[in-house]
């Protein structure tokens, strides 16, 4: 930004003393003093194009088309620099969000959580007393733990 701001400075600067110096001589000129010529540099650059001052001769016309050429390249060249700027720092932004949320949360052990489920139910299941009269819960309250199914 402080390089685009140094280039349209610079550019007004050089297309005000242009034109000044060749329409200043003219009858009827707009461009009265330096200031005026800056005015008329600076509103040509930004593209804005009051149409309050114009040069009247062919010489300060062509300074005219290459101000405003050169504020149209000005302004258009900096909106890559800016949106991968941009683009880069989202990323890093996002990326650092993303690492504060999983650190917060913690590590999720799927597995090792699966495994320890598995166990207490496997736990539970052989700590069931059989009922009476009841022979599916007898049948596999007989064999030992590491033979019943699913432990």
Do not use: Q
């Not at 700590?127 to 019943?148: H, Y």
């Amino acid at each position: 930004v402080g390089c685009l701001l140094l280039f349209i400075g610079m550019g007004i600067f050089m297309f005000s003393a242009m034109v000044y110096s060749v329409e200043h001589d003219v009858y009827n000129t707009n461009f009265t003093s330096m200031p005026h010529a800056w005015w008329w540099a600076a509103v040509s650059i930004s593209t804005v194009g009051y149409g309050d001052m114009f040069p009247e001769t062919n010489l300060g016309r062509i300074f005219a088309f290459a101000c405003i050429s050169f504020g149209v390249i000005l302004n258009g060249m900096p909106i890559s620099i800016l949106y991968n700027k941009f683009s880069d720092y989202y990323t890093k932004l996002k990326a650092h969000e993303y690492a504060m949320v999983s650190k917060a949360r913690g590590k999720v052990r799927f597995i090792k959580r699966a495994a320890k489920k598995f166990a207490e139910y496997c736990d539970e299941a052989a700590d069931l007393k059989p009922e009476e009269g009841d022979g599916f819960v007898e049948i596999f309250s007989e064999r030992p733990r590491s033979e019943l199914p699913g432990c």
